[in-house]
């Protein structure tokens, strides 16, 4: 079985599906003084994946923190 999501994920700039634009911001803001970047979008449209390509290129680790389990579905 082929695990789609992990053998097709995009692993450098040019295999994402962002213009040049929205790129070429994430890039100047991960190079500026900023300390919060917020993606918008939904759920599912890549911010994670768009995130971790651009930032892993310029040098940088992405680390998540999400919510407990349990306290998401109470």
């Known amino acids: ?40 979008g939904p759920e599912g449209c890549g911010k994670r994946t768009f995130l971790e390509v651009v930032a892993k290129e310029n040098g940088f680790h992405v680390v998540q923190y999400e919510k407990g389990m349990k306290e998401r579905f109470s």
């Open 1 to 40: 079985m082929v695990m789609f999501e992990v053998d097709f994920k995009p692993k450098k700039k040019e295999d994402l599906f962002h213009d040049k634009k929205t790129i070429a911001e994430l890039e100047n803001f991960l190079k500026s003084d900023e300390k919060i970047a917020i993606l918008r």
